[in-house]
């Protein structure tokens, strides 16, 4: 990457058991092993405050919240990452790998809680003005599948207590959002076993480096 350049903002999106964060760390090594500085962080998170603020939205003890607080939390945690982490290594040129970012809120509360895209976006636009990610790689998994496998995780977060329903939701607005910008998604098929879904990331990795490098999409752009 030339000078001066923007870093690179690579999302992982999927629903619960969708098996984006094993693919991250797959993919942090492949990058690392380029020698470009790479800041790997997660949402909600990724700063001491943000990471508090995640305590109190995943902690089960909670019970209800109502779906405006939840998000409110959630783009409290991201101003305080974009402004303290992502926006800074960005312009210094680093790549970011953020486990979970803004599509998350449209899936989870636009969707899941039915909050509608709308109060989503207004939000995205307010805090991150122009930023958007440059790829986000979907992992894409039945809610019934993905459910399962996050019971067998053993651990049960207050947003993994939903119904099978709410997962449903949030997995159609990913889809959705993939549908309407396919230059900025890519869907990866996460049913498989690690090995198989970790050969369509790297195909998938390798076809976006090589139209990033010829300029097919703008760098750092909506
Ligand atoms: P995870 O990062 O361990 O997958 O869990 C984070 C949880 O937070 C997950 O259930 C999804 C939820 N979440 C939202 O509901 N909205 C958001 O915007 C983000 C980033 C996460």
Redesign the pocket.
């Known amino acids: 990457m030339a000078a001066g350049q923007r870093g690179q903002f690579i999302t992982f999106e999927g629903i ?1 058991g969708a098996g ?2 094993t693919q991250l760390e797959r993919l942090v090594d492949r990058v690392r092993a380029t020698g470009q500085e790479l800041l790997v962080t ?4 990724g700063t001491p405050l943000g990471e508090k603020l ?1 305590g109190l ?2 902690d089960p003890s909670i019970g209800t919240m109502a779906a405006e607080t ?2 409110l939390l ?1 783009f409290a945690a ?1 101003a305080e990452h974009l402004r303290h982490c992502i926006e800074p290594a960005l312009a210094r040129g680093a790549w970011v790998f953020c ?7 449209f ?3 636009g969707a ?1 809680r039915g909050l509608g895209a709308e109060k989503v976006a207004v939000l995205e636009d307010w805090l991150q003005g122009d930023l958007r990610p440059d790829l986000v790689l979907l992992f894409d998994v039945s809610a019934r599948l993905g459910l399962e496998r996050a019971v067998n995780r053993g651990k049960r ?1 207050r ?2 207590s939903e119904d099978l329903a709410f997962f449903e939701r949030a997995r159609e607005a990913y889809l959705e959002r993939a549908r309407w910008q396919p230059e900025r998604y890519r869907v990866i098929d996460g049913s498989a076993d690690v090995a198989t879904v970790g050969v369509a990331v790297d195909e998938a990795w390798s076809e976006w480096l090589s139209r990033a490098a010829k300029g097919h999409r703008p760098l750092g752009g909506r």
Do not use: H, N, V
């Open positions: 619960e984006k964060s997660r949402e909600p998170g995640r939205l995943l939840e998000l959630i991201r486990d979970r970012f803004t599509d998350a809120s899936a989870y509360q899941g977060d947003m993994e």
